[in-house]
């Protein structure tokens, strides 16, 4: 089976470096005077081996008004991974900061568009004792991503100016390592940027490479900028393909991921030839007299209390924060207790966490939190925790361009829905209410993010259950037969030898070809794991449903309740029993065959049904107080465990094994009588899904309330629509719209308009030019209904002029509202009666 792999280019093309060309007699006078400073320190005895701290003294370019520009935790976390590119083998070069805080530089003019090169602006910023770094919101020159100094003996020379890029991933793994590669004596692999390399390929007897490119011969020459060196992409990464030659006639074969080239590949390294050249030019650089680099660490309290867990398949460290004086923490990991620490990430000041998502399945892995601006003070203790099975590794983009999964239901139960992009490309799903047999062939149904791209999708069970997913053990399941888009469906075969339990479920997705690894490398797509269960021969899946006969009954009059339990086997249950806790001024009245009642509770015993089979008990209840009132039962105990509920755990939980149903009397009042709930296991406590505000955003919501959720044919009824700004930025120009259905205006709201009628709706819509941070604004509508039966009415912020941090304006037709859950949709369902 063949694929054509399409070449796909990155969403922006990263910036580049513009470190100004040394000549060649400058160049070669640099390297010279490197080598003499190395051979001096390695000849007065010094250490060469080993880890060297070197301090970086970060100014940060601001608004005016102090807004803006790189963030802490942003630099932490840049810093640490170019950590791990400066060192090798346990030694080599390690960055922290000097001081407490940043300099920040608040000033609209730098800030918005900054001269490179005519740097008189920050003449006397610079520390004298530390590598100064410069972090720049915009260039006056479009495509320039950086550009440093070569070593020398000058102020000046500390400098690098670097792009506060928004591509973190780029700037942490290729652009700020790349420009201190200049600052320590490392130039382009393809030499001077304004002329094509004369670098000859062979290596040996004829070779020029000590003396051409960046006059290092254990990497690869480097054909940038000549006629013919082009790349292209493949599967996300980019990869020279070019047919160029030198003047030998030899074929360049650059390396296409070394830091201090000018590609873009998915991974990035330096060669031991650039670690001595830039240990030369440290060397170089502590000769120096017009700054030093001796810049005191810090002295941090160490953070305390670490904790490495594993949380959605990925590995959450928690901290107990010690310091004040911290500018941020670095996240330093082994799989060896005591040694091997190489940094990771960071995170900004007062903070207590980090989440770890590059790891190996398996693996045991030792963590330690660093403070930033110290060297081997304020070290903490040492955390470990082992992995769990391997999974698949994405590249920087993973599903970032919507190739990925986004609902998947199996054997009729929904395991994800609307489920996104997850962090990373991967999740892991507790779904253990998805209830399969051994033998079965299960129905799945599968929809993919909506994208361009086509993808393929490969479907693995942990049938051995060793935490591995192994195609050479019939473990392979299921594969598209071509890439698909959209939605997808099948069958998944599982053995009839496989035994009752829990079973994990992989699902992975890649662009433009079908995965054939469960643990393999991708540039786009995602993963998504399932744990379901698979039933044994001893349970019975119960359901409680209940209903009743008025939803107002007068004072004083009987309603009519009904019970219904279903068996959804696989087993026969028994011992079956049911409970209905009255509410306060509710009083049995009368029950059905196999209902028993008292004054404060009406249930049943001794229930035997079969798979498939339900029973239904009728039962009369009369309120005694006028009020509205929450009858709720529930199962009280099985002989049979149930895959999707804890029979008598309470009727608060949202178990399908409990019920509720509510009325109010015709005689109003206010008073509101609920079923007790004993024994009902704790519950989490409710956390919200909406994120902090931000503080260059505006964060709409949108509520409904209606004057009367009952109503008869005709009778009219309000409706009131509450746009909120819980956001930090005010918002213009947001467009509401209520599409009516079964409902008839009946007259035209206050600053809204009817925008299309079609067959059985009709649209409303209004605009609000602008709402402050904090600020609410509603619409206010009236409608009859022209039907009897339920009906729903749904409103959603169709536009907006601002961004929006957690929703989306509009939907994916012109004429209904996009139910997916946003906090910028509201709804309610009424109850129309003749």
């Known amino acids: 089976m063949h694929f054509s792999v399409a070449q796909r280019a990155p969403l922006v ?46 100014h940060i370019f601001r608004s005016s008004n102090g807004t803006g520009g790189m963030t802490m935790t942003k630099l932490n976390n840049i810093i640490a991974i170019t950590n791990s590119y400066y060192l090798l083998n346990g030694s080599g070069i390690q960055f922290y900061f000097c001081g407490t805080s940043p300099d920040y530089i608040d000033n609209d003019n730098l800030y918005n568009s900054f001269p490179a090169y005519s740097e008189t602006s920050v003449n006397g910023r610079d520390a004298t004792n530390a590598m100064n770094q410069y972090y720049v919101n915009a260039f006056d020159q479009s495509g320039l991503g950086g550009y440093a100094y070569f070593p020398g003996n000058s102020i000046q020379s500390t400098r690098s100016f670097i792009l506060n890029e928004s591509d973190e ?32 390929v062979t290596r040996g007897a004829g070779a020029n490479c000590t003396t051409a490119g960046d006059e290092l011969c254990d990497t690869p020459a480097d054909p940038y900028g000549l006629p013919g060196a082009t790349t292209v992409y493949i599967n996300g990464c980019q990869t020279y393909n070019g047919t ?31 670690y001595n050249r830039m240990q030369a030019g440290l060397a170089l650089r502590q000769t120096h007299t ?58 900004g000041p007062n903070t207590s966490s980090y989440t770890d998502t590059k790891t190996a399945p398996v693996t045991t892995y030792y963590y330690r939190i660093r403070p930033s601006n110290s060297t081997t003070q304020g070290l903490s203790s040492v955390a470990s925790v082992t992995t769990l099975a391997c999974r698949p590794t994405y590249s920087a983009y993973a599903c970032s361009e919507n190739d990925g ?68 053990r019939n473990e392979l399941l299921y594969q598209t037969p071509n890439t698909v888009t959209g939605q997808f469906s099948g069958n998944l075969a599982l053995p009839n030898t496989l035994t009752a339990g829990t079973l994990m479920i992989r699902v992975v997705v890649t662009y433009n070809g079908i995965p054939t690894d469960a643990c393999g490398i991708y540039s786009y797509g995602e993963t998504e794991d399932y744990q379901i269960t698979v039933a044994g021969q001893s349970q019975a899946d119960l359901k409680l449903s209940m209903k009743s006969s008025a939803r107002i009954p007068a004072l004083n009059q009987p309603v009519s309740f009904s019970v219904t339990i279903q068996n959804n086997g696989p087993s026969n249950a028994t011992g079956v029993s049911w409970q209905n806790n009255l509410p306060p001024n509710l009083t049995f009245v009368s029950g059905g065959a196999g209902v028993s009642g008292s004054g404060s509770a009406v249930g049943g015993s001794g229930i035997s049904l079969n798979s498939g089979a339900s029973a239904t008990y009728v039962y009369q209840l009369r309120p005694t107080q006028a009020g509205a009132y929450v009858n709720a039962a529930q199962i009280l105990t099985s002989d049979q465990p149930d895959p999707t509920s804890q029979p008598g755990s309470g009727t608060g939980d949202g178990q399908d094994d409990a019920a509720n149903t509510d009325f109010r009397t015709s005689t109003s009042s206010s008073s509101i009588y609920v079923s007790p709930n004993p024994n009902q296991t704790p519950l989490p406590a409710p956390q919200s899904n909406q994120p902090a505000p931000v503080a260059n955003k505006a964060d709409l919501s949108m509520s409904m309330q209606v004057s009367n959720r009952t109503l008869r044919v005709s009778q009219p009824v309000t409706f009131t629509l509450t746009v909120a700004n819980a956001g930090g930025l005010t918002a213009t120009n947001i467009v ?38 904090g600020a609410t604004a ?57």
């Not at 030659?245 to 873009?264: E, H, K, L, V």
């Not at 959603?796 to 961004?803: C, D, E, H, M």
């Not at 509009?810 to 003749?834: C, H, I």
């Open 13 to 58: 093309l990263p910036p580049l470096c513009a470190t100004p060309d040394l000549t060649e007699a400058q160049r070669h006078e640099l390297s010279r005077e490197a080598a003499f400073a190395l051979s001096v320190k390695q000849a007065s005895g010094e250490a060469l081996t080993g880890i060297v701290y070197v301090p970086i003294r970060p």
């Open 169 to 200: 991933v780029d700037l942490a793994n290729r652009l700020l390592p790349h420009e201190i590669g200049h600052n320590f004596n490392l130039y382009h692999t393809f030499g001077n940027s304004g002329s094509g390399t004369n670098e000859l």
């Open 244 to 274: 160029v030659t030198d003047s030998q006639g030899n074929r360049y074969a650059p390396s296409i991921t070394n830091i201090m080239s000018y590609y873009f590949p998915c991974t990035h390294d330096f060669t031991e030839g650039q």
């Open 290 to 347: 017009a700054y030093s680099l001796g810049c005191p660490a810090t002295a941090v309290t160490a953070p305390s209390n670490v904790v490495a867990a594993i949380s959605n398949g990925n590995v959450l460290l928690s901290w107990q924060d010690n310091g004040t004086n911290e500018m941020g923490y670095f996240i330093e990991r082994s799989t060896s207790s005591n040694t091997g620490f190489v940094p990771i990430g960071g995170v």
């Open 405 to 472: 999964l986004d609902g998947f239901s199996l054997n009729g139960a929904t395991l994800s829905q609307n489920s996104g992009c997850s962090a990373g490309g991967y999740s892991l799903v507790n779904a253990s209410s998805a209830l399969v047999q051994p033998g079965q062939s299960i129905p799945f149904t599968a929809t993919l993010l909506p994208s361009q791209y086509s993808q393929g999708v490969s479907i693995w069970a942990d049938l051995n259950r060793n935490g591995y997913f192994e195609t050479d």
């Open 736 to 773: 509401v719209r209520d599409t009516l259905r079964n409902l008839t205006l009946t007259s035209t709201p206050a600053g809204m308009n009817v925008v299309a009628i079609g067959n059985g709706y009709s649209i409303v819509e209004g605009t609000i030019s602008s709402l402050a941070a």
């Open 778 to 834: 509603q619409f206010v509508l009236t409608a009859q209904p022209t039907q009897v039966g339920n009906l729903m009415n749904a409103a959603q912020i169709w536009s907006a002029g601002t961004p929006d941090p957690d929703s989306t304006p509009g939907s994916v037709t012109p004429n209904a509202n996009n139910l997916n859950g946003e906090d910028d949709v509201a709804w309610l369902d009424l109850r129309v009666s003749p």
